[in-house]
């Protein structure tokens, strides 16, 4: 009784406290760092107007979108739009592709820019260096249409670079960009191509952070330089790695649909047709909100329950997460 | 002091006619009246009322239109949605592709029903509706009324087949007159190396879009597109909806395409050559018959001439099929996706039909095609003639016209004079040939259906459109043999909703063209 009684008189004390001296806290730092702040708000901003506000647009995905009666005025059909998609066969078939082109681009491209940083990393002369840096970070600037003109110029069953070393060395012209096997290289290979010099910088900037003393006394303990990379700088930047690919993985199902629309072909659909190209082309007859919605409400929901395993994988093995 | 004249005497020669003369015939509205538009067209042009056309427009009509249209956006499809959904209407809305929004919208009660206006107040819509039932057909809405007036094409020929003259001569052959010859000819222009340069690089049959490759099914009897877009629906002599991939006759068709591919009578590389195919080919002197629009591909014989020696290339009168039929799925459409509309929200639904109703009077006609009269036309004969200056310019005529402002894809009745006078005379040369020939087969304008029939052919036909490009395309490469797969393709058309969107579509064209 006399326990209950303490409680009772006890228990909010300690929460208003709390509270008040989190806000004292949050007043103490706001004007101490005010100019950090400040310089947070933009971004907070962006987040609310760009990320949070619209979210309220995602009800579109259980109605039937009308423009002219407005997200409100639509009636509501459930979830007619994600029966359709799951109905169809060509969609199931994108979700396929989808996840196998990003489950290769994750093992095949991904590890490229990392390798590029090391390898950059030991470079000793400068001017070999940062001219190497300038030609592989050079591709990320040119726009898909021009690295696709490139791709179909290179693989040219008649003129292309490509077929004419194939026939040099025996081998029949192939005209690939109607090959649906060929599909997943040539677009992770050209990706690799375009990305992997920009994507390096990453990594490079955590190289450059570790602590030089590491290096200094291995060099007194007699490491080779292999042994320096492999126990001192592979190890500094993995916990960048572990967010890097937790990130990504999120991003699983978001293939860019320009490069894909600009490579592939009805031939190659097989292989080529991810889910945001075969929302593309849905939406083709005629501005189907609604339904590209649904399929962006998929694949947010498929994308946080990834990140959520990769986070959770990622503290284990790593101790470093994104949150 | 001679500069400051000029500037001076034009700008009171253009501000004299507004002051001075007193009210012109054309005149919809007593008091000068102010109506917005919302037009963006084609991702980039948007009603500007400094324009000159604009400014002529208000001199003869005594309207005003101001544009409402954001000037820097870049997606006509999407400022037009966002206009819709802040719901804040402008009294007239225009712009390209926008038939089915038109219609929806119109339904669901935006866009104010047009047929009473019509009947009361716009003569020259009344007569030309009388003379074109099928256009005011194609544009009726399921509900029996008309929302839009639409942009009307005129001339009769699009695209047309093209050969290397100097090829033939080379060869001592003639132009193909059948299927049978024009096999003979695409086959020597492969194997005989027309080109003289020793090697088998030539390529007989090629085409800057993909799709129309599947034209070449006309030859033996088959349909490959009831539209002047590829691959789309077509409506038999019964009144029947029907496609032309699924029919039996495609079958035939592809499986002679697929055998042309493999025999090097196709460009190999026709599916990913693409926008500058006819450049690349001619320019190396190695393309040597193609399908495609007059103007342009004329204009080749002046530009490659200049390098590939003896380039001469004509327009070929399409050769009879196997059953010893000429004909033609290609022509110019009678009535374009593109128009206007006038919103609930107008409170001058009169003087707007009236509007409407001048771009199909002669005024307006003239002033939509030709520009401003005495600016970039004159009339000679009771004849809009363009002034030397424009016909003489580096720009080419319809940019000229684009920049005034004219043009726009309002609702108006092109005048294929406008066209006919800059057009070069090696293109005309195969117009005229076309248009005398007259090979054409009807067009169908597609229906406009209703929100149940919408949503049956919304769920399946992507998927079945997609799925019948990737096996026409399969069986041309050789990837799939038509014989061994056809059966396939059909149970699976079958099983993919194919029918019930015929079903629909056909419902539709009956209670618009009523049936047959």
């Known amino acids: 009784m006399e326990e209950k009684l303490a409680n009772m008189a006890s228990e909010p004390a300690p929460f208003v406290m709390r509270l008040r001296g989190a806000w004292r806290g949050l007043?103490?730092?706001?004007?101490?760092?005010?100019?950090?702040?400040?310089?947070?708000l933009p971004t907070l901003v962006w987040f609310i107007v760009f990320l949070y506000m619209p979210m309220g647009g995602l009800q579109l995905a259980f109605k039937q979108y009308s423009a002219w009666k407005g997200i409100d005025g639509s009636p509501w059909v459930g979830f007619a739009h994600f029966v359709s998609l799951f109905q169809s066969d060509q969609f199931l078939r994108a979700i396929g592709n989808t996840l196998i082109i990003s489950g290769y681009s994750i093992l095949l491209a991904f590890p490229v820019p990392i390798l590029l940083a090391l390898m950059i990393n030991e470079v000793q002369s400068q001017g070999y260096r940062k001219a190497v840096q300038t030609i592989v970070y050079l591709p990320h600037f040119i726009s898909v249409v021009i690295v696709a003109g490139i791709v179909v110029a290179f693989?040219?069953?008649?003129?292309?670079?490509?077929?004419?070393?194939?026939?040099?060395?025996?081998?029949?012209?192939?005209?690939?960009?109607?090959?649906?096997?060929?599909?997943?290289?040539?677009?992770?290979?050209?990706?690799?191509?375009?990305?992997?010099?920009?994507?390096?910088?990453?990594?490079?900037?955590?190289?450059?952070?570790?602590?030089?003393?590491?290096?200094?006394?291995a060099q007194v303990d007699g490491a080779s330089r292999w042994q320096m990379m492999t126990r001192i700088t592979l190890p500094c930047i993995v916990p960048t790695i572990a967010v890097l690919l937790v990130i990504r993985l999120?991003?699983?199902?978001?293939?860019?649909?320009?490069?894909?629309?600009?490579?592939?072909?009805?031939?190659?659909?097989?292989?080529?047709?991810?889910?945001s190209t075969y929302i593309y082309r849905q939406g083709l007859q005629g501005a189907r909100y609604d339904l590209a919605t649904a399929a962006g409400v998929f694949n947010a929901v498929v994308a946080l329950v990834l990140v959520l395993i990769a986070n959770r994988l990622s503290r284990r093995i790593t101790r470093t997460g994104v949150f | 002091m001679k500069k400051m004249i000029v500037p001076l005497l034009l700008s009171a020669l253009l501000t004299v006619p507004v002051t001075v003369l007193a009210k012109e015939s054309t005149w919809i509205s007593d008091k000068p009246l102010t109506l917005k538009i919302h037009l963006h067209a084609r991702d980039k042009y948007v009603w500007d009322e400094n324009l000159p056309m604009s400014k002529e427009l208000f001199r003869l009509t005594n309207l005003q239109l101001i544009g409402t249209a954001n000037k820097t956006a870049t997606n006509s499809q999407e400022q037009f949605n966002l206009m819709m959904a802040t719901g804040?209407?402008?009294?007239?809305?225009?712009?390209?592709?926008?038939?089915?929004?038109?219609?929806?919208?119109?339904?669901?009660?935006?866009?104010?029903?047009?047929?009473?206006?019509?009947?009361?107040?716009?003569?020259?819509?009344?007569?030309?509706?009388?003379?074109?039932?099928?256009?005011?057909?194609?544009?009726?809405?399921?509900d029996g009324n008309i929302y839009f007036i639409p942009y009307v094409p005129d001339g009769k020929v699009s695209r047309g087949w093209w050969i290397r003259k100097d090829w033939l001569d080379?060869?001592?052959?003639?132009?193909?007159?059948?299927?049978?010859?024009?096999?003979?000819?695409?086959k020597a222009f492969r194997e005989k190396d027309p080109n003289g340069n020793g090697k088998k690089d030539e390529i007989p049959f090629f085409d800057k879009e993909p799709e129309r490759l599947y034209n070449l099914v006309n030859f033996w009897g088959c349909r490959s597109t009831g539209s002047d877009a590829a691959m789309d629906f077509f409506v038999d002599a019964n009144g029947k909806v029907r496609h032309p991939f699924a029919e039996p006759c495609f079958k035939e068709g592809i499986r002679n395409l697929a055998k042309w591919y493999a025999e090097g009578l196709i460009d190999p590389e026709i599916y990913t050559r693409k926008n500058r195919a006819r450049e690349q080919l001619f320019g190396a002197n190695q393309g040597g018959m193609t399908f495609d629009w007059f103007a342009s591909t004329a204009g080749f014989n002046d530009s490659i001439s200049k390098t590939v020696r003896g380039f001469k290339l004509i327009?070929?009168?399409?050769?009879?099929?196997?059953?010893?039929?000429?004909?033609?799925?290609?022509?110019?459409?009678?009535?374009?996706?593109?128009?206007?509309?006038?919103?609930?929200?107008?409170?001058?639904?009169?003087?707007?039909?009236?509007?409407?109703?001048?771009?199909?009077?002669?005024?307006?006609?003239?002033?939509?095609?030709?520009?401003?009269?005495?600016?970039?036309?004159?009339?000679?004969?009771?004849?809009?003639?363009?002034?030397?200056?424009?016909?003489?310019?580096?720009?080419?005529?319809?940019?000229?016209?684009?920049?005034?402002?004219?043009?726009?894809?309002?609702?108006?009745?092109?005048?294929?004079?406008?066209?006919?006078?800059?057009?070069?005379?090696?293109?005309?040369?195969?117009?005229?040939?076309?248009?005398?020939?007259?090979?054409?087969?009807?067009?169908?304008?597609?229906?406009?259906?209703?929100?149940?029939?919408?949503?049956?052919?919304?769920?399946?036909?992507?998927?079945?459109?997609?799925?019948?490009?990737?096996?026409?395309?399969?069986?041309?490469?050789?990837?799939?043999?038509?014989?061994?797969?056809?059966?396939?393709?059909?149970?699976?058309?079958?099983?993919?909703?194919?029918?019930?969107?015929?079903?629909?579509?056909?419902?539709?064209?009956?209670?618009?063209?009523?049936k047959r």
């Open chain 1, 27 to 40: 007043v103490k730092d706001l004007r101490r760092d005010y100019l950090l702040y400040l310089m947070l």
């Open chain 1, 155 to 217: 693989l040219s069953p008649t003129t292309g670079v490509i077929n004419n070393v194939l026939e040099i060395f025996g081998f029949d012209r192939v005209y690939f960009l109607t090959r649906p096997e060929w599909f997943r290289s040539i677009f992770i290979g050209s990706g690799i191509w375009k990305e992997a010099g920009f994507d390096s910088i990453v990594f490079l900037a955590a190289i450059m952070s570790i602590n030089p003393a590491l290096y200094e006394s």
């Open chain 1, 250 to 275: 999120g991003r699983v199902l978001e293939v860019g649909f320009e490069y894909i629309i600009l490579l592939y072909q009805p031939s190659t659909f097989q292989t080529a047709d991810v889910i």
């Open chain 2, 88 to 142: 804040n209407l402008p009294d007239i809305v225009a712009g390209d592709s926008l038939k089915d929004n038109f219609i929806r919208y119109g339904m669901e009660g935006a866009f104010q029903p047009l047929n009473k206006l019509i009947d009361q107040h716009a003569p020259n819509l009344k007569a030309f509706f009388k003379s074109h039932p099928e256009v005011q057909r194609a544009i009726t809405a399921p």
């Open chain 2, 170 to 186: 080379k060869l001592g052959l003639k132009e193909p007159q059948n299927i049978h010859e024009l096999y003979t000819v695409l």
């Open chain 2, 315 to 514: 327009p070929l009168a399409p050769p009879a099929d196997i059953n010893g039929k000429r004909w033609l799925e290609n022509s110019r459409a009678e009535m374009r996706p593109d128009g206007w509309a006038m919103t609930v929200t107008n409170k001058n639904p009169v003087e707007t039909i009236k509007l409407f109703d001048f771009f199909f009077s002669r005024t307006g006609r003239n002033l939509q095609n030709f520009g401003v009269e005495g600016y970039s036309y004159d009339m000679k004969n009771g004849k809009a003639v363009f002034k030397d200056a424009v016909l003489k310019s580096s720009k080419p005529v319809n940019n000229q016209l684009w920049e005034m402002g004219a043009l726009l894809p309002i609702g108006y009745w092109m005048d294929y004079e406008y066209e006919r006078q800059w057009t070069n005379p090696a293109a005309l040369q195969g117009i005229e040939m076309y248009a005398k020939g007259n090979w054409f087969v009807p067009l169908f304008y597609g229906v406009n259906m209703k929100k149940e029939e919408r949503a049956v052919y919304d769920q399946f036909w992507p998927d079945i459109q997609t799925y019948m490009a990737e096996m026409a395309q399969n069986w041309v490469l050789g990837t799939k043999n038509v014989d061994k797969t056809w059966d396939e393709y059909q149970a699976r058309l079958k099983s993919s909703g194919f029918h019930a969107v015929l079903n629909a579509m056909q419902a539709a064209y009956d209670r618009q063209y009523g």
